[in-house]
RNA sequence: GGGCGCUUAGCUCAGUUGGGAGAGCGACGGCCUUACAAGCCGUAGGUCGCAGGUUCGACCCCUGCAGCGCCCA
């Protein structure tokens, strides 16, 4: 026996891990029916955090479950090459040694994030062990590998031939920092505080109906004026009517522009007159080309101003220039007026920055027609959503899709498979040599590649059939693949569920997955979303391992983008974890997030809630060290006697299996988490091992007695554990090892052990009954007991009386137990008409439990619990004497219901008058 | 502005066809009882956000309102 002293994470998740993946354990096996989870692939440039940890544990929770349930489950490891992030990671350090991307090159550049990769990019891949992952790793795959880049290769070629990518140019959104497009989705929109300015722009030998020669129009953007190309009015605005058709002259810049009407301005907001900047808004790009307007770009990629506009402006910052603008207009006397304005504000979701719509040649993915079949898929339930209201999320978004930008002018990244000929002519292929054939290019012809690479979600897009070996058509394939569920958090429905969806029905004409778990966002105790800035974050592995408060004081403090937050962060760090955090394990870890798994909710982490579990996990690990304590050493093979609680103890496991598999197979964690608690604990431990104890103590027990029980009490943990498995790994294959053999199991290890089921145990009713009576006896004495408060080491002796025969029989089979449990030295039966003496009361049905006063009880307490008691039923009857009262009620309600409600009422009176007779004799 | 969600014990949250309001933590009282003080036994605590409606009956269904949060524009 090596189960000793109280259970401590660390000695026992060290070595298992690396013992199962050497094993192999972790890859398909067996003739089951397959089932597959793909892994949502962790940035290469990332570190464990708290979504990660929650993400996989629901995910090795449902693998470990149906490997065990007999599946041959595949959950395929893969890593993101995170084309934006990884790129800023590598450029930092080079900058750090003061060498910029610009000087090395395109080629050496790559080098050195490959490079980067070899070196750390395997950190995240070492962690997700820590958390038990059962990951197959001889499968791993990575979003740049040979295969995945000739697979997204072959995606771009054939949606290029098929008229569902195109190049052209268009108005993005545009990221000055990173100078390179981004997609819509990679913008936030902040409300932030900036100024309304109102100029006015000289009507060309026109005057408005209050006879001003000039128009006033607002803008949040100043220096993009230089790019007007019209000033718009609302065509129904009586106002500027007139003007509809008439030329403005640009002050500054001195062309002359239209005055147009566009329904799409609001006369109610500022003037009525909005300036156009095609080149530079969104709605203004829409109207710019409803109205055929020309397209002025007024800005260089760097946002800095371009050479389009007056000299004084040129090379201007944006925001410089906008004062000097500003500035240039008032002198002219053009500036009307400015007041405060709350606007919305893009930036990018990276870089931080302030977002240009910006004209420039991208690739576009035509998604309308990949988005008709996603979207009919959800529909028609092909695929599920849980819970059911992302559904709408996903729909509205689909339903309205605009186009894809993909294309991005980084370095890393999947190369676009294009090349130009000298006259700017595309062409697009697997490679170049193939480009040439295709298209008959000669040698001669000078071919350029092109230099933009793929955002990475398109990539990731192909993630479920990539990572099978598409575009062979492989053994995996046709194995795994629909696979069963993603799980993943909300976040990324639009980035990388959708088009996941959209991209595999459209290559391999099947839903790449039945169903998608959506989980919420895992936050701090205080329900705020962890940041790094906040200094709020929380890391995985501290939890598992534990850290000091300097330690964790400093991680928080370290390398802060807004240093003077540091001395407010490490005084709440200091507050929250005064003793830092102590080592709770991985399977505490773990069960904290499957507990905490409902459905279409975000998750507060608190600490209390983990150290809850952890002892959860100390509370198997005693009760696995009694049951071997008291079977170690006995020949248990021999004729058995279950006992009544052996048998009990079996049928209710039956239940808590019954609902453990329910809830995993609806995705109900937390009620998983909390079947197997509150069986394990609060009947496992708390009723059963207690109960084996008269007899496992008694020197007049059988040995068919013992054996049922010492049989029982190992079968019923073994089950248990082999139950608790898919979420706590680590010690309930520590302690199965230690509990299996003595059962006669060979096996090495519980993680390939069937799950068990609930046909693997006999109902009965009858152990059921005879125990919960046994409880309710004790749990009686004992109320009377704590209430009276007679020590726990003073005996007591029990007075019996009324009841039926089968109390009799119930009491004289569970005598012992009886005695032990309730610490009781003497059991008295009384008859009908026996007067008993003055007594505390606990009714158990018609059975009156008695606990004689005899000095011992507080007569005065004794009256108070007693009036309590009487004074909750008294409630009781009132208010079902009220609904039984109610004619319509009895005429409405089902039969049941009101016989239900009947019986309630008689027991509760019953019991109602025998506590007032008590009461009146005290 | 549109959409979705949340509001239940001091705190964090369950409550699955509408029919006796639950758990964990915390609080209080008592226990070093030969697996476990990371434990054991017991107790207290809620007009289920507010106002209407449907129903014999509403935490649950409908409407409106308030507060909070998220997504989209």
């Known amino acids: 026996m ?136 001889s499968r791993e795959r990575f979003t740049m590998d040979e295969g995945f880049s000739r697979a997204v290769r072959e ?4 949606l290029f031939d098929e008229g569902l990518i195109y190049r052209g140019q268009r108005l993005v959104n545009w990221d000055p920092r990173l100078r390179s497009a981004i997609s819509d989705l990679e913008v936030e929109n902040h409300d932030e505080n900036g100024h309304l300015w109102h100029f006015r722009y000289p009507l060309k030998d026109r005057k408005t109906t209050d ?7 607002a803008t949040t953007r100043p220096e993009t004026m230089l790019g007007d190309t019209a000033v718009a009015v609302h065509p129904e605005d009586e106002r500027y009517k007139d003007l509809i058709g008439a030329t403005v002259v640009l002050p500054l810049v ?38 055929d307007l020309p397209m002025v770009n007024v800005l260089n990629p760097d946002a800095t101003m371009h050479e389009s506009v007056p000299e004084a402006f040129r090379g201007l910052d944006r925001y410089e220039a906008r004062k000097a603008v500003v500035a240039a207009l008032e002198s002219e006397h053009r500036l009307d007026t400015i007041e405060p304005h709350k606007l919305k504000v893009p930036r990018g979701d990276r870089s931080g920055e302030v977002i ?33 209201q992302f559904e709408n999320t996903y729909f509205a978004w689909m339903r309205n899709i605009q ?34 054939e295709k298209h008959s290019l000669a040698e001669a012809v000078a071919l350029t590649e092109e230099e933009d690479v793929l955002e990475t979600w398109f990539s990731s897009a192909l993630w479920t059939f990539g990572t099978l070996g598409w575009p062979e058509e492989t053994e995996e394939l046709s194995q795994f693949h629909p696979t069963d569920v993603l799980i993943t958090g909300h976040d990324i429905i639009f980035f990388w569920v959708a088009r996941m969806i959209m991209m595999t029905m459209h290559f391999t004409g099947e839903i790449p997955f039945k169903k998608v778990y959506i989980h919420g966002l895992v936050r701090d105790a205080l329900g705020n979303k962890m940041s790094k800035t906040k ?30 937050m540091a001395p407010r962060i490490e005084k709440s760090t200091r507050k929250d974890f005064p003793e830092g955090i102590t080592s709770y394990g991985t399977d505490a870890l773990r069960f904290t997030f499957c507990a905490m798994a409902t459905l279409g909710r975000d998750v507060r982490f608190d600490v209390k809630r983990i150290e809850g579990y952890r002892n959860f996990c100390n509370k198997l690990w005693n009760a696995t060290r009694f049951v071997l304590q008291n079977t170690d050493g006995h020949d248990i093979s021999g004729e058995s006697t279950p006992s009544l609680v052996d048998r009990w103890v079996l049928s209710k496991l039956r239940g808590t299996l019954a609902e453990a598999r329910l809830a995993l197979e609806t995705y109900r964690f937390d009620l998983y988490a909390s079947a197997i608690y509150e069986f394990a604990w609060h009947e496992y431990c708390d009723w059963y091992v207690e109960l084996t104890k008269p007899l496992l103590w008694n020197e007049e027990a059988t040995p068919e007695e013992l054996t049922g029980t010492r049989r029982t009490l190992l079968e019923a943990l073994e089950i248990l554990l082999r139950a608790a498995h898919p979420v706590m790994p680590f010690i309930t294959e520590t302690l199965w090892r230690d509990v299996a053999p003595m059962l006669g199991k060979a096996t090495s290890s519980i993680m390939i052990e069937a799950y068990p089921e609930p046909a693997d145990l006999a109902e009965d009713t009858e152990a059921e009954t005879a125990v919960e009576w046994l409880k309710g006896v004790i749990v009686g004495v004992r109320n009377i007991r704590g209430e009276a408060n007679i020590k726990p080491s003073q005996s007591v002796s029990l007075l019996l009386q009324g009841g039926d025969a089968s109390d009799r029989l119930l009491a004289d089979t569970t005598d012992a137990l009886l005695r032990r449990m309730a610490k009781i030295d003497d059991i008295q039966w009384l008859e009908a008409d026996d007067e008993p003496p003055a007594n505390a009361l606990a009714l158990v049905g018609d ?49 049941a219901v009101v016989q239900k409600e009947r019986d309630k009422l008689s027991d509760a009176t019953g019991k109602r008058d025998a506590l007032k007779v008590q009461l009146a004799a005290l």
């Open 2 to 137: 090596s189960i000793e002293g109280s259970f401590n994470p660390k000695d026992i998740e060290q070595d298992l891990y690396a013992e199962w993946e050497q094993a192999n354990y972790f890859a398909p096996s067996g003739n089951g029916p397959s089932y597959c989870i793909m892994i949502p692939p962790p940035n290469i440039t990332g570190s464990l955090h708290m979504g990660h940890a929650f993400n996989q544990t629901l995910m090795d929770t449902l693998i470990r479950y149906q490997r065990m349930a007999g599946k041959r489950t595949l959950w395929q490891m893969g890593t993101d090459h995170a084309g934006i992030a990884t790129q800023m990671l590598v450029e930092r350090k080079l900058l750090a040694d003061g060498v910029s991307r610009h000087d090395i090159g395109r080629e050496a550049f790559t080098e050195k994030v490959w490079e980067w990769r070899k070196e750390s990019g395997g950190t995240i891949s070492q962690q997700i062990r820590r958390m038990g992952s059962s990951l197959d790793w």
């Open 155 to 158: 995606v771009f070629v054939r």
């Open 211 to 217: 006879g001003k020669d000039y128009l006033v129009v």
């Open 254 to 291: 001195g062309r002359e522009i239209p005055v147009i009407a566009d329904d799409y301005v609001d006369p109610e907001f500022g003037s009525g007159c909005v300036k156009i900047t095609p080149a530079h808004d969104f709605n203004d790009y829409e109207m710019g080309k409803r109205h």
């Open 356 to 388: 240009e719509p910006y004209l420039t040649d991208q690739w576009f993915v035509r998604t309308g027609p990949l988005a008709e079949p996603a979207i009919e898929a959800v529909e028609d339930g092909r695929i599920e959503f849980i819970p059911k």
């Open 403 to 436: 186009d894809w930008c993909i294309s991005r002018q980084q370095w890393w990244g999947h190369r676009i498979p294009a090349w130009y000929d000298a006259d700017g002519n595309v062409y697009v292929g697997r490679s170049e040599a193939e480009v040439r």
């Open 535 to 564: 200094g709020n974050g929380l890391d995985p592995l501290d939890f598992i391992e534990g850290v000091e408060l300097e330690e964790l004081v400093a991680k928080r403090t370290n390398n802060l983008t807004q240093p003077q």
């Open 847 to 895: 059975l009156k439990v008695m606990v004689p006063l005899a000095g011992l009880i507080d007569v005065g307490a004794e009256k108070e619990r007693l009036s309590k008691e009487i004074d909750k039923l008294d409630k009781d009857i009132k208010r079902l004497e009220g609904k039984l009262g109610n004619d319509s009620f009895v005429a409405k309600a089902p039969e």
